[in-house]
DNA sequence: ACATTAATTGTGT
DNA sequence: ACACAATTAATGT
């Protein structure tokens, strides 16, 4: 299949200028990519940037380790902030992109990327929301990461102390859990009110009863 | 047994 | 993080 200039009209005519349009057609590279195509990997140049069309993208962060984390999807019309930044100073990739499922997109040169953020306004403003709503991702992100951690810790703290007293209850005040995790003792209470829906512990006051002791 | 008080825990902002 | 409500344990009368 190949691309035209109403179809591009179509998706983003009442978001990009006419003038706007003739150029994303004439520079922009038109790409299909299949299921678990590669787009881009850490240490690569970046040389284009993609614009989605239809389909959908993972964006995935690699630590030292190989492990891979997942950052956030692109869809609908979204383009990619990590290679806008990127790009601008012609640096490295820092993340993985693979495809997510059969997507089409545009792949956009660098240099008409900057050229095109002081001719057009809203181009401009198309970057700019990007940044934004991949901001608004990546906080969702760290939420969770840092959630998962503390939960984390907590069962931990939680198995040592009842390994060291022998038995799975023992006497403890939220606050006292808090201050051996450093935070607050309100987030302990709340994490441990969690626990507790999903059956892994049970609360009283003054005392905490570890169950499901058959998983440790 | 009842009232008072302090400590612990729950919740909303 | 803070402030406040609600609950529970401890104590005195």
């Known amino acids: 299949m190949k691309l035209d200039i109403q179809s591009l009209h179509e ?19 038109y790409m299909e990519v299949e299921e678990g195509f590669t787009l881009m990997r850490p240490g690569g140049y970046i040389r284009t940037v993609p614009i989605l069309l239809s389909g959908s993208v993972k964006i995935l962060r ?32 820092e993340i993985t992109a693979i495809a997510n499922e059969k997507t089409k997109l545009i792949a956009v040169p660098v240099d008409k990327i900057e050229e095109w953020i002081t001719k057009y306004s809203t181009w401009r403003q198309f970057v700019f929301m990007t940044y934004q709503k991949r901001f608004e991702d990546l906080l969702g992100v760290i939420d969770q990461i840092a959630f998962q951690k503390l939960d984390d810790r907590l069962l931990g703290l ?14 403890i005040t939220h606050e006292e859990l808090g201050n051996e995790l450093a ?27 570890l169950l499901d002791t058959a998983k440790l």
Request: proline letters at 0%.
């Open 11 to 29: 998706r983003f005519g009442n978001m990009f200028e006419i003038e706007l349009l003739k150029e994303l057609f004439e520079y922009g590279n």
């Open 62 to 93: 690699a630590d030292s380790e190989g492990r891979e984390a997942l950052l956030y999807y692109l869809g609908g019309m979204d383009s990619c902030a990590m290679s806008l930044s990127c790009c601008l100073d012609r640096r490295q990739s």
């Open 158 to 171: 939680l198995n040592r102390k009842s390994k060291q007293c022998g038995c799975s209850v023992f006497n």
């Open 183 to 209: 935070t607050s003792r309100e987030v302990v209470s709340r994490l441990l009110k969690q626990l507790e829906r999903i059956g892994k512990v049970r609360l009283s006051r003054n005392k905490i009863e």
